[in-house]
């Protein structure tokens, strides 16, 4: 057998800790970035990462609280195993990082300070300041660069991942780049591809993503036959600042400290905010939730202000949608001290002083749940057996995923601070599989031609693309109609006909890509047949993204169709309201059966997702509703506890801790 | 100028039943291959609230046509995280080394009388128009060892305990994005671009390029990375081959001290503070030798 050697796709954290692994197992690991790795998206993320820690233990926390939040948040949609070994991996990971060197926030005493994240009691998040990813990133960009000193890594920055290559038998026997400067290309044979090439953001045009979260390495791998699980669930942040370019993060805390969030009762009132009167201004999420007030839970607030703006038409803007956050009303002295880092960052890139003036805000597409399908092997203790060639890999023998461009940790909604972890952790945990992984498919000279015929067919494709000078159609413009229809359809709120309309109007674009012209046909950093040929390769997963939505009738986590809402409980008497309840229950029961079902596509001929369902592996905790301000959520809850109580004890007898499902 | 484009014509973005958004009239510096000519051209971009340099080379790859209407190629430039954290897109903007995802049109057309001007980085060789090659920044980092020599990545439970003070003091140091500012900022780095000699071989000219590298000055950025390192209770125990990197050929000697780097950093890292303390760590370092040899 030849020297192993794994090509790893992007360098993001998933990509530089599987990397930094497999080269201190002895693997030469050739690595692909479309940007030098310490620029990877990873360095975006600012709360922290989740782990079990001395204090939260002695508090009562365990890593089963730490799984168990995690598929909660998730609304049960991911198979239980590999989140649980993730959670248990949990206190290992966050020590290895702090011996890395990254600067963690201190206690006095000097050990790691922890914070406090959505979806759970304990303080389980280790932070570095406003800017954990960029530490956590650089830590393991410099193992990395290390190992490649010592001759163990190559990398391969500026590249551009095009296609697997597969041999007859459909196993995937390396890859086919692109040099982004020269514009050669170059097949790298490798024994197992590994994808980290994170998440899709570009496909809604503008969003939280870097530029580089095209998505099109996955989609690549989509096209040339991996399965994509859960493609609908898209995590949107609540607040945003938009931006002509890019959507920046508004930190939660600036409504913790009292923003009000509002819009003018008349449609783009063309006033200076601070001269609109008070009874001319909608503050829309205190008079919908005058519990709650601008505090709502993060979906409902997301909700609430896409809908404010789409569907009533009462953006401030009206070519860009956003309503205001407006902090004036508190003293200047009191939000420098309590805000003053986040409001910085709006007036670096607004230019404009939010002490002074209302902020501009919008929800934005934030994090990828959904991703390439793939396989584990559940060890005996329910959780991920290390060093199965199973853990991690594609539904394509030999090509692998981790980081968030696979769908396996997070289900139907991710847990703030739980991204940075499943990264780190998939990275870490599939080296040993890669390494059983060349054993068992080992090469042993793979014919050439093979990949010479895969190069030809790219540098074909290439070359049509150079050719198309005459085209009608701009593909930066083609980009920004694709981002604006998923935005308004395939965020927030979801409706089956507006989706099957998009799904339409998406093929009809995809048509009409076919005519997009070169600005550029020279063969010299590129950049315009690059976009290009990365915009062709959007329309996949956006056609997965929206039938996936369109057939999902229910509602899960970031997936919200208001026809298939569970209201909560209205009437008021006793034993009515008992009654309510327990019907509440059956549908629940019965969505359940239905609905909790992986959503896999396959990409069919002529590009059309063909999609199935696949069981999720729930035995270890079984569902439960998810019940955060719902009316009446207390009587849901007796009932169904009592149902649980009655199941359990059922089961019980036999010492179970329910029915095992079969991983697929 | 800018006065009328805060007018409220713009604020709704409704271009359609009001008057044409002013353009803004862009100079950029364009060459189009690695060690070609540069030549100038410029291009007009309709005003939008909120631009930011980035947004205006977006709209001028979409529309790929200078001020005149010929058809060109579309600028090529570096951008990702457009939130100045990935250190991609630096450029000399109104001749200042500067990020163009925080560079606001409005405020830049203030400071250069209604026009931006866009040229590449002038210390690193460019591969096309605002493109440079900024490999020998990354080279830099593997001289100094820029890591935490750890045993493996293996569960050996926490880092060493370190107190809030020393935490404090590294962080801003580890908040480094590699964007080369104070590198095209300081008089004493000076641009390397070796060209390709007839019949060498790829590997001869990188064998060539990295040894031109090696003996040319490290940078700011590198030394205030060596000084974080040699901070870590674990990096410091190969502090002895740090300082031999910093007082070799290209280390901290050539430094003259004009403080550009400090001025120039998006992220206000101290940088000379860095530099102050890797002189007095090299003197120390020095002296000790003396006496050990």
């Known amino acids: 057998m030849a020297e192993p050697r794994i090509l790893v796709v992007g360098g993001g954290l998933a990509g530089l800790a599987c990397t930094m692994r497999l080269a201190e197992l002895g693997v030469h690991v050739d690595l692909v970035s479309l940007v030098p790795v310490k620029r990877s998206h990873s360095v975006c993320a600012q709360g922290g990462i989740n782990s079990v820690n001395a204090l939260t233990r002695q508090q009562g926390d365990t890593e089963w609280k730490h799984f168990d939040d995690t598929v909660y948040g998730g609304d049960f949609l991911q198979h239980q195993p590999p989140v649980k070994e993730m959670a248990d991996w949990g206190p290992r990971i966050v020590d290895l990082m702090d011996r890395l060197g990254v600067p963690f926030n201190r206690t006095t005493e000097g050990f790691r300070d922890q914070r406090r994240f959505g979806g759970t009691l304990y303080k389980r998040t280790s932070f570095a300041g406003a800017t954990t990813g960029q530490q956590l990133l650089y830590a393991l960009d410099e193992q990395v660069r290390r190992r490649e000193v010592e001759g163990l890594v190559t990398k391969w920055e500026f590249w551009d991942f095009l296609t697997p290559v597969l041999d007859e038998r459909g196993r995937c026997r390396g890859a086919v780049c692109q040099d982004l400067v020269t514009m050669q290309f170059r097949a790298f044979q490798a024994d197992a591809v590994v994808l980290a090439s994170g998440g899709n953001g570009l496909i809604y045009g503008r969003s939280t993503m870097s530029m580089v979260c095209t998505g099109s390495a996955v989609s690549r791998a989509y096209q040339a036959g991996a399965w994509y699980g859960n493609g609908e669930f898209i995590q949107v942040h609540p607040t945003a600042i938009p931006g002509a370019d890019k959507l920046r993060l508004m930190s939660e805390s600036a409504r913790g400290e009292g923003g009000r969030v509002w819009v003018p009762r008349k449609p783009q009132d063309p006033r200076d905010p601070r001269e609109i009167p008070e009874a001319e201004r909608c503050y829309f999420l205190e008079e919908r939730y005058p519990k709650y007030g601008n505090l709502v839970p993060r979906d409902i607030a997301t909700r609430e202000i896409f809908d404010i703006c789409t569907n009533e038409g009462l953006s401030v803007e009206k070519d860009r949608l956003c309503v205001y956050l407006d902090l004036t009303h508190i003293p200047r002295e009191t939000l420098d001290r309590k805000l003053g880092g986040i409001l910085e960052i709006y007036e670096k890139f607004q230019g404009v002083d939010p002490r002074s003036m209302p902020m501009k805000i919008f929800p934005a597409v934030h994090y990828s749940m959904g991703g390439l399908w793939v396989d584990y092997t559940r060890s005996g203790d329910g959780g991920m057996l290390e060093g199965s060639p199973r853990n991690q890999q594609t539904s394509i023998p030999g090509l692998y995923a981790i980081g968030e461009c696979d769908y396996q940790y997070h289900g139907a909604n991710r847990l703030g601070a739980n991204s940075l972890l499943s990264c780190i952790f998939s990275g870490l945990f599939v080296a040993p599989s890669l390494k059983a992984a060349r054993e068992e498919g080992s090469r042993g000279g793979e014919p050439t031609k093979l990949f010479d015929a895969a190069v030809r067919r790219q540098e074909e494709r290439h070359r049509e693309l150079l050719s198309r000078t005459a085209g009608t159609e701009n593909p930066y413009d083609l980009h920004q109609q694709l981002g604006g229809l998923m935005t308004r359809v395939a965020t927030v709120v979801r409706r089956n006909e507006q989706l099957a309309d998009a799904y339409g109007e998406v093929c009809q674009m995809e048509e009409r890509w076919r005519r997009c012209a070169v600005s550029d046909t020279g063969n010299w950093t590129n950049q315009n047949v690059v976009f290009t040929k990365a915009l062709g390769d959007m329309f996949p997963v956006a056609k997965v993204i929206l039938k996936g939505a369109l057939l999902r009738d229910e509602c899960r986590g970031a997936h919200f169709k208001p026809q298939f809402s569970m209201p909560g409980i209205e009437a008021v008497e006793p034993a009515a309201k008992r009654a309510e309840a327990e019907r509440w229950c059956d549908r629940f029961e019965e969505n359940t059966r239905k609905w909790l079902k992986s959503t896999i596509a396959a990409c069919g001929p002529g590009g059309e997702p063909d999609i199935s369902y696949q069981d999720v592996d729930t035995s270890l905790i079984p569902p439960r509703p998810r019940l955060y301000g719902l009316v009446g959520a207390e009587v849901i809850e007796e009932v169904w506890k009592e149902r649980q109580a009655a199941r359990s004890a059922a089961e019980g007898l036999t010492g179970g801790v329910g029915v095992a499902v079969a991983a697929p | ?293």
């Open chain 2, 1 to 293: 100028m800018i006065r009328a484009i805060d007018g409220d014509a713009l604020r709704t973005g409704d271009g359609r039943s009001r008057q044409a958004a002013p353009l803004v009239r862009v100079r950029i510096l364009r060459q189009d291959v690695a060690g070609g000519e540069s030549y100038w051209e410029r291009f007009e971009v309709p005003h939008e609230p909120n631009m930011n340099v980035i947004s205006l080379l977006q709209k001028i790859a979409a529309a790929a046509r200078t001020q005149d209407g010929r058809r060109v190629a579309p600028v090529a430039w570096d951008c990702s995280c457009l939130e100045e954290v990935c250190g991609s897109c630096t450029m000399l903007i109104n001749g200042r080394t500067r990020m163009a995802c925080s560079a606001l049109v409005d405020k830049l057309l203030e400071e250069n009388g209604g026009e931006v001007e866009l040229r590449p980085m002038s210390k690193f060789p460019v591969v096309r128009d605002l493109v440079v090659d900024r490999r020998r920044l990354f080279r830099s980092l593997e001289r100094v060892q820029a890591w935490v020599p750890v045993d493996d990545s293996y569960d050996h439970g926490p880092g060493p305990r370190i107190s809030p003070e020393q935490q404090q003091d590294a962080y801003p140091l580890s908040e480094c994005i590699s964007c080369g500012c104070c590198l095209e900022a300081c008089p004493q780095f000076t641009k390397i671009e070796p060209v390709l000699r007839d019949g060498e071989s790829d590997a001869d000219f990188e064998a060539r390029r990295r040894q031109a590298f090696d003996a040319a000055f490290l940078g700011a950025h590198a030394i205030s990375q060596a000084m974080l390192f040699n901070s870590h209770p674990t990096g410091g125990m190969i502090a002895d081959e740090r300082m031999e990197s910093l007082t070799g050929r290209g280390g901290i000697q050539i430094c003259g001290n004009a403080q550009n780097c400090v001025a120039v950093c998006p992220k206000r890292i101290p940088l000379t503070r860095s530099i102050a303390r890797a002189g007095r760590a090299a003197t120390v370092w020095a002296i000790k030798k003396l006496f050990d040899r």
